[in-house]
Structures are given as C-alpha cells and as structure tokens.
C-alpha cells in the first residue's frame, strides 16, 4: 500500500517532465504517425498524473475522468487519427514550415518563456511550478504546430495538444473542473474533431490535397 | 420544463424534419417548429417579466436572457420563412437537401438558447463551442472550393479562439475557487455574483482571465485582430445562415461577454473590462470601417459592416452609464433587423444576378426594382440614418461617450461612421443606378421572402420612431441585469 502511494506521488510530481519531452518529441516528429503516436503518449501521461491524483485523494470523480482520459484521448483518438490517415491516403510527410531543428529550438524558447510566465503566479496560487510551466508549454506547442505544419492532420493534432495543456492547467490549479464540465468539454472536442474530419476529406476531394496553406481563395 | 422547453424543442426539431424527404413538407414543418420555438420563448420571457428570474441548476433566465432570446426568436423566423422560398434551387445531394440543412440549423438554435440560458459558465462555454461545430457545416453547406475553405476556416480559428475562453474560464474559477468557494459552486452563476461582491477575489487572476475570455468569445464576436473568419463565413454560407449567424450568434458571443463582464467589474471595478471592451471596440470599427471601402463582394461588405457594429456594442458596453449599456442593447437588436434584412437582399441579388459582385451588378435599379427598394432601406438603416432606429441606439452610445468627456471615443466613431456611409452608399448607388444589364434577370419570388423583408423594414421604421412600451421594458429589465 505505502509502495503505491509513493508511486502515485512520483508519477505527478515527475509528470511534467516527461510531458515536456513529448513536446520536444513533437517539434522533431516529421511524420504523421510519429506524431499522432507521440500525441497518444502525452495523453497517457495526463491519464497517469489524473489516476495518481485520483489514488492520492480518492476521489471517484477523478477516476471516472481518467477512465474517460483514456478510452478517448489515448486510445480513441489516435486510432480516429490513423484511420482517418490510412482513409485520406497522404503523403506520411507533416510538411512543415521550420525545420526539425528550427522546431526544437522555438519549443524549448517556449519552454523557458512559460515556466517566466509561471513564476509570479505558481507562488502565489500555491501550485508546482514545473506542472503549471508544462501546461503552459503544451498551449504554447498546439499553438507553434497550428501554425507551423501545413498538413490539416497536424494542425487538428496541434489543436488536441492545446487542449491538453488547458486541461493541464485545470487539473494543477484546481484539480479539474466538476465532473460534469468536464465530460461536456470532451464531448465538444469529440464532435469537434469528427467535424475537421469532415471537412479533412472535403478539403482532399474539392481541391485534392490537404496542405491547407494552399487555400487561399478567400482573402481580403 | 418552462426553461427546458425552448431547448427541446429545436433538438426534437432537428430530429423530426430528418424523416420529411419532400421539399415542401420540410419547409412546412420547419417553420411549424420554429413557431413553436418562438412560443416556448414568448412563454418563457413573460413569465421571466411579470414572475421574476427563473433558477435551476444548469439553466436560469433573467432580463438579460430574455432580452436576447426575443431577438432569436424573431430572427430565426425572419431566417427560416426567408429560407422557404430560398432553399428551391438546392438540389438533392447526400448531405446538401434541405431537410438536412433544416436539421442543422435547428441544431444552431439550439445551442444559441443554449447559451442565453445557461446558469454556469462552464455550460455557457460549452454551449458556445457548441455553436461553432453546430453551424461550421452550415457554413460549408455548399461544398464549393469556398465554402470548405471558410468552413474549415472558421471551424479552426474559432475553435482555437474559444479554447482560450475555456482557458479564461477556467482561471476565473480557480480565482474562485481560491477566494473561498466551494468547488461545486464556483462555476455557477448566481453563487459567483454573490460571491464577487462578498470575498475577496485575486484581481490579477481576475484581469488574467477577462483577458483570455476576450480574446476567446471576442473571437466569435468577430474583433478585429481574430475577425479573419468572419468575412469568409459570412459570404460562404448559404443566405439564410448569413442572416442567423451576422444578427444572433454574434450577439450571443456578446451575451457571453457581457456576462463575464457584469462578474468581473464588480470583483475589480468597471475600469479595467470596460476599457479593454472600448479598446477592441474602436479597433473594430476603424478596422472594418476601412476595409468596407475596398471590398468587391456585396455579402464580404456587409460581413465587414457587422464587425463595425460589433465594435461599436462594445465601445457602448464598454463606456457604461444608464445610455451606453441601453444603447448598446438596443444596438444588438436594431442592428439584428437591419443585417438580416441585408442579407436577405443580398440573397435576392444573387438569385437575380447570378453574383454577388458588386462591380459586376448595374442598373439593377431598373431591372429589380423591389430588390433595390428592400437594400435601399436596408442600407440607409445600416449606415444610421435619421428615421430607422440604428440612428437611435447608436446617437445613444455617441452622447455617452460625450457625456463622460471621452471625446477621442466620440470623434473617432463619428469619423467611421461618415467613412463607412461614403463606401456603402458608393457601393450601393453604383449597382442600384447605370443602364440595365443585357442578360435579363429572373425575379421569381415567393410572397414569404418579400413579406419577410417587408416586416423588416416596419420593424426598423417603427423603432427608429419609438420604441414600443413592451419592448422597452424587455429593454428596462435587461439593464437592470447590467448595472
């Protein structure tokens, strides 16, 4: 019993450094299975820091989260993402607009502006800085690959890496929103995925590719 | 069950007009619904008026509630009759027939009642979302090169915009959450406004998560550094859904705003919301009041425009005081009526003219003569000419601003609005006047689209002359809510 308890401890205390490495991981990642898998793996962090959470407090609310945690973020939707990959029949490439080591650079300069960012509020709120940093970071990282990669695979991939690191935030801070929000939240991000989907083969069979830099019909 | 109910009913809607096939029978029992709808409404605001507030546990109605589901009600009967006559030329695609397309706009209302009932912000926020992935297919309706462009467009920037809310809301409670409340009801509306006044909350979490929420339900809003997806949506989208999503989804972001608004001014006083909302606000409008000047697209124009008059909602909300906070509600409603009847004149032009290319269309004053007379209206109003009522909702914010001494606010409106009625008008005239074209339009409308312009028109005349006593206590009771 002690063992475990020492272990729910060491898997939220260290957490947030082995999210920062997905994030790492992410900005080198040139394909799009690579990707997807290393989005899999962040989310199954998140799942072991809400069930160490949910152990150390014994809060059923938190279990039935990490239960959704994982049913959806780490199984559902990578798989969503490899059928969608194997159905779309693109190239493996996530064309992006920064090199890997361009990538590396701007996301550990992301890295040290949040845990700055972080700083003044972590003491004040009473809340470990490294998590709060890391969840900051993932917002950050969704953000640099929305922009960053072309391939509309990848920016859906960069917007779930965001809300990641919203729910991060939720989860260090205040140990989740109620229950109930958060299923109404992932539901949102469910639906809203299934539509980018759509909209993923539309994209290919009006214009025939998915490099959504390359729509630019509408300016002005 | 009165709160439930508006809720309901569009949800059942959206499922029922599935199983009708033929064309006609779906627009018969869309609009069937959709007076139901306006019924559960009607209900739900009067007994809000005369009872007092409705409480429960996710969904709750006051003033401000009621004041916005009017204007639901009422422009999505404007949609939906408009619609009927519309929809004739759809074909029957897999996804593209109209009983879908009734389905998804009832699935839209839904979700936009959703949002002016909800009693919790973390509903409010779903719902919002709820908003974007419900009309992101109506967007994209028409499945041309454009419109899955702007589909996608607006799906992604306003999905990304709204995580930021969620981030915003999600800081708000944990202010909460700090200052003392209960995990539970930390979210909750009524218990937050108490509690705002009572405990102590951190002001700069609180400032930390105004500035998220603005960026978040500003983006829906249609702001201008995050209005890029507006303009493209806009013209993309089927006439109809223009109408709804320019005259009541922008108006339910603001509704989220607004909300926020009331909360955070009184955890750390009006300044610092109310400055950052007249920021935006002048943005807004010098911004879009530019770039209606340049636009070539008579649907991009009027898209433009709403972003003006967004900005100008909330330069009004912004500046406060007894005739900014009611001459930006009224504002939301007048400027509802005058977009909607625009679109669905421009829908008109693209039916006769086969474009909606302002420099393509001349002398369509001769060759569409009630088309013109509906735009002319239309166009008047939008710009705030004296005898509709946009002149008085936005002559009301104008001597707010002077009455505070913000004479820099007051100055700059007032150069926006002769810009942007030097464009319009220019725009206007140039398709109205000039010699006919050679291929000879095809003006064949149902009675529903011109009755539909027409009861437009009165509304903004009858309210530019006076506005009507019940409405003006909708109007009271509304304000109440903001002070």
């Known amino acids: 019993m002690e063992f475990a308890e020492v272990a729910a401890g060491k898997v939220v205390s260290t957490s947030a450094v082995f999210l920062m490495m997905t994030i790492v991981l992410l900005a080198v990642s040139r394909r799009v299975s690579t990707s997807i898998l290393v989005f899999g793996l962040q989310s199954a962090i998140i799942t072991a820091q809400v069930a160490g959470t949910a152990f150390l407090e014994s809060s059923r609310e938190a279990w039935a989260v990490a239960g959704l945690l994982f049913v959806f973020k780490v199984l559902g939707i990578p798989y969503a993402f490899f059928w969608l990959v194997a159905k779309l029949k693109s190239s493996r490439d996530v064309q992006a607009v920064t ?89 949102d991000v469910v639906i809203g995925l299934l539509l980018m989907g759509i909209f993923a083969f539309r994209i290919r069979d009006t214009f025939e590719h998915l490099d959504v830099s390359r729509l630019r019909k509408l300016r002005g | ?56 546990r996710f969904l709750r109605a006051d ?81 041309t090169e454009g419109a899955v462009e702007a589909g996608w467009k607006y799906l992604v920037v306003c999905t990304v915009g709204i995580a930021f809310a969620l981030f915003g809301t999600i800081v708000f409670y944990l202010a909460a959450v700090k200052a003392g409340m209960s995990q539970a009801s930390a979210l909750d509306w009524l218990s937050l406004l108490a509690g705002v006044s009572q405990k102590r909350f951190d002001p700069n979490l609180v400032r930390l998560a105004f500035v998220f929420i603005l960026a978040g339900y500003g983006t829906k809003v249609g702001f201008v550094p995050m209005h890029s997806w507006l303009p493209d949506a806009h013209a993309e989208a089927p006439t109809p859904v223009s109408a709804m999503l320019s005259a009541i989804l922008l108006n339910c972001a603001m509704y989220a705003l607004l909300r926020y608004e009331i909360l955070i001014s009184r955890a750390v006083g009006p300044g610092f919301p109310g400055e950052l909302l007249v920021f935006f606000g002048l943005a807004s409008i010098v911004v879009a009041g530019l770039l209606i000047l340049v636009q070539r697209d008579l649907k991009r124009m009027l898209a433009y425009s709403s972003v003006e008059h967004m900005g100008m909602i909330a330069i009004g909300m ?9 001459g930006a509600l009224l504002h939301t ?47 008047l109003a939008i710009v705030g000419m004296p005898p509709f009522s946009l002149f008085v909702s936005e002559f009301a914010i104008l001597s707010e601003s002077f009455s505070q001494s913000r004479y820099i606010v007051g100055a700059v409106f007032l150069v926006v609005l002769s810009i942007v009625f030097g464009g319009v008008v220019h725009h206007f005239l140039r398709m109205a006047c000039g010699a006919a074209q050679k291929t000879p339009p095809k003006p064949h409308f149902t009675g529903a689209e011109y009755a539909v312009m027409f009861a437009a028109g009165v509304l903004l005349l009858c309210f530019g002359v006076r506005v009507p006593v019940s409405f003006s206590a909708l109007l009271r009771d509304a304000v109440a809510v903001l002070q």
């Open chain 2, 318 to 326: 912004g500046l406060g005081g007894a005739l900014g906070f009611l």
């Open chain 1, 99 to 187: 090199s890997p080591a361009q990538s590396v650079f701007l996301v550990v300069l992301m890295i040290f502006v949040s845990y700055a960012v972080v700083r003044s509020y972590a003491f004040g709120i009473r809340v470990p800085e490294d998590a709060l940093a890391a969840a900051v970071s993932l917002i950050l990282t969704g953000a640099f690959l929305m922009v960053s990669r072309k391939k509309a695979l990848v920016q859906m991939l960069g917007l779930l890496v965001l809300e990641n690191g919203i729910f991060l935030a939720a989860l260090t801070t205040t140990f989740g929103m109620p229950l109930i929000i958060e299923m109404g939240i992932l539901f």
């Open chain 2, 63 to 143: 003033g401000l509630t009621s004041f916005f589901l009017v204007n639901i009600a009422l422009i999505s009967i404007f949609s939906l009759s408009y619609a009927t006559g519309y929809l004739r030329h759809m074909g029957e695609g897999r996804f593209a027939s109209p009983r879908w397309f009734y389905a998804l706009v009832n699935v839209f209302l839904f979700t936009m009642v959703g949002v002016c009932l909800s009693a919790n912000l973390g509903v409010l926020w779903i719902m919002m979302e709820a908003t974007t992935l419900a009309s992101a297919l109506l967007v994209g309706f028409y499945n």
């Open chain 2, 1 to 56: 069950m009165l709160l439930l109910l508006p809720l309901l009913i569009p949800l059942a809607a959206a499922v029922l007009v599935l199983t009708f096939r033929d064309r006609h029978t779906a627009n018969r029992a869309a609009l069937f619904f959709c007076l139901v709808e306006t019924g559960a409404i009607g209900r739900l605001v009067w007994r809000v008026h005369t009872g007092g507030n409705l409480e429960g």
């Open chain 2, 333 to 379: 409603f007048n400027h509802s009526v005058a977009k909607s009847l625009l679109f669905f004149g421009a829908g008109n032009v693209r039916h006769n003219f086969g474009t909606l290319r302002m420099d393509r269309v001349t002398g369509m004053g001769r060759s569409a003569p009630l088309t013109t007379a509906v735009l002319a209206v239309g166009i």
